[in-house]
C-alpha cells in the first residue's frame, strides 16, 4: 500500500517539489499552506495532490489540520517540516514580533507538526520525520539571528527525537539547502544575490528538485539505517 506523505508548505517553492516528486514515487501525498489561497489552488489543480490550509505555528490548528489529513488519506507515514518564513533585520532593529513570528513558524511548527505524528508512528513501528533546516542555521548569516537560531533549533531538536525513536523503526533528519532557486531567495536584491552566487563553489543556485531527492532517499526504506543526521546540499557553500 503507498505510504503517505504530509509537506507542510507544500504548495510551491522547495515544497511543492517535494510533494510532487513524492507523487511521482508512488506515495499519497497531502501538502499544507497558510495564506496563498491562489497558488494553492493552482498547485491542487496541476497535480491533483490535496491542500489543506492551516497554520503551522498553531499547536491547535495543526492539531485538526492533521485530522483532516488522516481522515482524507490515511496515518502519516512521513512528515516533512519544510513550511518556513524570513524576517530579516539586524538583532539591534528586530522587533519582538520579527523574533518570536521566526520562531513560532520555523521553530514551533516543527515540535507541534512531530509531536501530532510521532505517537501513530511509534505504534505502528515505522515513520519518517525530515525538517528542512538551512545552511544559515549552521553557519550563520547576517540579519537572521531568528531564522539562525530556529534553524539550528531544528538540528538539536531532530538528534533528540532520532535517539528517542531510534529503536522503533522511525528515523528523524534533517535537509539543510544552501541557496535554492524559490520566491523567498528571489526577494533578496540583485547585487546581493549575485554576490552569494559568486561565492557558491558550483557557481549556480540550487534548483529545488535537488532538495526534493535529498528528501525522497531519506524517507526511503534503503535509508532506514541514517537517523539523527543533517545532509547539506548546499553546492559546496558549507561544509562542516
Ligand atoms: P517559500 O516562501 O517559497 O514557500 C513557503 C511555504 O511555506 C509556502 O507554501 C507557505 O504557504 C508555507 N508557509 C509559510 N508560513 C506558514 C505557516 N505559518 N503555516 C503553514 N504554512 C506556511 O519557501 P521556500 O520554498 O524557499 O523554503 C522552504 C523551506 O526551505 C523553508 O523552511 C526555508 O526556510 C527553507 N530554506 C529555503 C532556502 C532557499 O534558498 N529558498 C534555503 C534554505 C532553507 P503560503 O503559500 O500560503 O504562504
Given at each position: 500500500?503507498?505510504?503517505?506523505?504530509?509537506?507542510?508548505?507544500?504548495?510551491?517553492?522547495?515544497?511543492?517539489?517535494?510533494?510532487e516528486?513524492?507523487?511521482?514515487?508512488?506515495?499519497?501525498?497531502a501538502?499544507?499552506?497558510?495564506?496563498?489561497?491562489?497558488?494553492?489552488?493552482s498547485?491542487?489543480?496541476?497535480?491533483?495532490?490535496?491542500?489543506?490550509?492551516?497554520?503551522?505555528?498553531?499547536?491547535?490548528?495543526?492539531?485538526?489540520?492533521?485530522?483532516?489529513?488522516?481522515?482524507?488519506?490515511?496515518?502519516?507515514?512521513?512528515?516533512?517540516?519544510?513550511?518556513?518564513?524570513?524576517?530579516d533585520?539586524?538583532?539591534?532593529?528586530?522587533?519582538?514580533?520579527?523574533?518570536?513570528?521566526?520562531?513560532?513558524?520555523?521553530?514551533?511548527?516543527?515540535?507541534?507538526?512531530?509531536?501530532?505524528v510521532?505517537?501513530?508512528?511509534?505504534?505502528?513501528?515505522?515513520?519518517?520525520?525530515?525538517?528542512?533546516?538551512?545552511?544559515n542555521?549552521?553557519?550563520?548569516?547576517?540579519?537572521?539571528?531568528?531564522?539562525?537560531?530556529?534553524?539550528?533549533?531544528?538540528?538539536?531538536?531532530?538528534?533528540?527525537l532520532?535517539?528517542?525513536?531510534?529503536?522503533?523503526?522511525?528515523?528523524?533528519?534533517?535537509?539543510?539547502?544552501?541557496?535554492?532557486?524559490?520566491?523567498?531567495?528571489?526577494?533578496?536584491?540583485?547585487?546581493?544575490?549575485?554576490?552569494?552566487?559568486?561565492?557558491?563553489?558550483?557557481?549556480?543556485?540550487?534548483?529545488?528538485?535537488?532538495?526534493?531527492?535529498?528528501?525522497?532517499?531519506?524517507?526511503?526504506?534503503?535509508?532506514?539505517?541514517?537517523?539523527?543526521?543533517?545532509?547539506?546540499?548546499?553546492?559546496?557553500?558549507?561544509m562542516?
Amino acid at each position: 500500500m503507498s505510504k503517505v506523505v504530509l509537506v507542510t508548505g507544500g504548495t510551491r517553492g522547495i515544497g511543492a517539489a517535494i510533494a510532487e516528486a513524492f507523487q511521482k514515487g508512488g506515495y499519497k501525498v497531502a501538502a499544507t499552506y497558510h495564506g496563498n489561497d491562489d497558488v494553492a489552488k493552482s498547485f491542487t489543480a496541476r497535480t491533483g495532490i490535496p491542500a489543506f490550509k492551516f497554520d503551522v505555528a498553531d499547536f491547535a490548528a495543526c492539531q485538526k489540520g492533521v485530522e483532516a489529513v488522516v481522515t482524507q488519506l490515511g496515518a502519516i507515514d512521513v512528515l516533512v517540516n519544510n513550511a518556513g518564513i524570513t524576517r530579516d533585520t539586524f538583532l539591534h532593529k528586530m522587533t519582538p514580533v520579527q523574533w518570536m513570528d521566526v520562531i513560532h513558524t520555523n521553530l514551533n511548527s516543527v515540535f507541534n507538526m512531530s509531536r501530532l505524528v510521532i505517537e501513530n508512528m511509534r505504534n505502528r513501528g515505522f515513520g519518517r520525520i525530515i525538517t528542512i533546516s538551512s545552511i544559515n542555521g549552521q553557519a550563520g548569516q547576517i540579519g537572521q539571528t531568528n531564522y539562525a537560531a530556529a534553524k539550528a533549533g531544528v538540528i538539536g531538536f531532530s538528534k533528540a527525537l532520532a535517539l528517542e525513536n531510534a529503536g522503533k523503526g522511525i528515523t528523524v533528519n534533517v535537509v539543510a539547502p544552501g541557496y535554492i532557486d524559490t520566491d523567498m531567495v528571489r526577494a533578496i536584491s540583485d547585487n546581493v544575490l549575485e554576490a552569494i552566487v559568486a561565492r557558491i563553489p558550483v557557481k549556480r543556485l540550487g534548483r529545488t528538485d535537488e532538495i526534493a531527492a535529498a528528501v525522497l532517499y531519506l524517507a526511503s526504506d534503503e535509508a532506514a539505517y541514517m537517523t539523527g543526521a543533517t545532509l547539506n546540499v548546499n553546492g559546496g557553500l558549507f561544509m562542516g
